[in-house]
């Protein structure tokens, strides 16, 4: 691979997930490599392996982490053991391949019988080099710490994940559920009725040519019944958006529960409109996952009032604040609520928290 490949990948890798970015990070501590720059300024026969030694294992460990094979990781661990005599700071390269072996194993007891493996052949080769043991003390030390912080970290993301597919299970329940009730409330609400306005409207048709007065007055029924109709329809189309909104709070509080965030959000008293209450689910949808992500927020708040003229919606949380440029999920809501003609306001003090606040016009009535 040469080196504008090598690039791309680089670029590639900071364009996924956060958890995905996690290696490029790490990389700072190939900077220990570099140590003997103090030690012997004047003697540079060590550097010339070093710098031959890190393409190699850029390619090796970009492509180990998360998903790579054991034998990518022994390669790491190998660039360590052979650069050793030339470098003794070459044990970063273990250290390295030891943080990935948790990552790279199905079973934890494999990875840290792998971190073992790999310090008894350090031990070993510092043994019959005359390195110092208290480097291999302090190798062992950043090992098992390295090892446990991975163990740790994938377990973190074990569990992120599942409680996202839960979360995902959850929404995807409540909606087919959802769809199952509105289908039910139609056929109840319509069924009767349209059988009841084509009996009507068949014998006003009969009546046409010799009772124009009785087909005066059925055509009068089939009027009145499909007002009626309409006005059953109107109440449950807004029972059913109400539900809807009530929905994404009832999920909202499930994903929050899952990170240790308490979200208290008093029940919205008076029905909003068709055209605003998808808008008001879908900003509290986003804001919620924005308090989720990154607030490290303990308390939440959902509030929703209306008035004459507006409704106003406000998502508070106590997290760290300290927002300086809009997210995608912060643009989005921005860019919901100018659809709308509507005004949007952040207040998110270092320390303090951070206070959405969306106000959406309410149509005008005809």
């Known amino acids: 691979m040469n080196t504008s490949e090598l690039l791309e990948k680089l670029r590639a890798a900071l ?12 990389l ?35 492509r180990s982490y998360w998903r790579g094979a054991i034998l990518r990781l022994l390669v790491i661990a190998l660039l360590g053991f052979v650069l050793l005599p030339f470098n003794a700071c070459a044990n970063t390269y273990l250290i390295f391949s ?21 310090l008894a052949g350090f031990g070993i080769e510092c043994w019959i080099l005359g390195i110092s043991p208290n480097v291999f003390v302090l190798t062992a030390i950043l090992c098992a710490a390295s090892c446990v ?22 929404r995807r329940l409540a909606a087919l559920a959802e769809r199952e009730r509105i289908g039910r409330d139609l056929h109840d609400l319509l069924g009767h009725t349209l059988s009841l306005i084509a009996i009507k409207a068949e014998l006003a048709e009969k009546l046409a040519g010799r009772d124009a007065d ?3 007055r059925e055509i009068a029924d089939v009027k009145n019944i499909a007002r009626d109709a309409l006005k ?33 959000a008093p029940h919205v008293e008076t029905a909003l409109p068709a055209e605003v209450e998808t808008d008001v689910a879908m900003i509290v949808r986003e804001a919620v996952t924005n308090i989720h992500r990154h607030s490290g927020a303990r308390h939440a708040i ?18 760290k604040g300290g927002i300086t440029r809009r997210g995608n999920g ?31 016009p309410l149509p005008a009535r005809s």
Not at 149 to 170: A, P, V
Not at 302 to 319: F, M, P, S, T
């Open 15 to 26: 364009l996924v997930d956060r958890r995905d970015r996690a290696p490029l990070w790490s």
């Open 28 to 62: 700072i501590y190939l900077g220990f490599l570099f140590i003997p720059l103090g030690w012997q300024p004047a003697e540079l026969r060590w550097l010339g392996p070093t710098v031959l030694s890190i393409p190699i294992f850029l390619l090796v460990y970009l």
């Open 98 to 118: 030891v943080v990935v072996a948790p990552f790279v194993f199905r079973l934890y007891r494999h990875a840290i019988a792998y971190a073992v493996a790999i």
């Open 149 to 170: 912080g991975s163990l740790f970290w994938r377990e973190t993301f074990r569990k992120n994940d599942q409680l996202r597919i839960s979360h995902e299970e959850i």
């Open 214 to 216: 009785g087909a005066v």
């Open 232 to 264: 059953e329809v109107r109440v449950a189309v807004s029972g059913i958006r109400s539900a809807a909104l009530e929905g994404e709070i009832a999920a909202a509080r499930a994903l929050l529960g899952s990170s240790g965030v308490e979200l208290a």
């Open 302 to 319: 959902i509030e929703i009032q209306r008035d004459a003229e507006a409704v106003l919606l406000v998502v508070r949380d106590d997290g």
């Open 330 to 360: 912060l643009t989005g809501i921005g860019e919901r609520v100018r659809s709308l003609a509507g005004t949007l306001d952040i207040q998110s003090s270092p320390g303090e928290g951070t206070v959405v606040s969306a106000r959406l």
